[in-house]
């Protein structure tokens, strides 16, 4: 019998358990409300928050003299 390294084994339980998991959320009435809960949480989030000052991201470009 082969013997399975231990990273191996957590690794495959790991991608399995993420797959049941996605299953479950897509697959149940209660997964699809809350992943549609979490989606307008986060864009209401998003959509209310205060924003940092803003520049551009030009002046770290070496090949653009203008932007110096």
Do not use: K
């Not at 013997?3 to 009435?29: C, D, E, N, Q, W």
């Not at 209660?30 to 000052?53: C, D, K, P």
């Amino acid at each position: 019998m082969q013997m399975i390294p231990l990273h191996r084994f957590h690794h495959v339980s790991g991608i399995i358990a993420a797959i049941l998991l996605a299953l479950l959320l897509l697959g149940t009435a209660t997964g699809r409300y809350t992943l549609a809960w979490i989606h307008l949480q986060s864009t209401e989030t998003m959509t209310n928050a205060t924003h940092i000052r803003t520049f551009s991201l030009g002046r770290f470009d070496p090949t653009c003299p203008q932007c110096i």
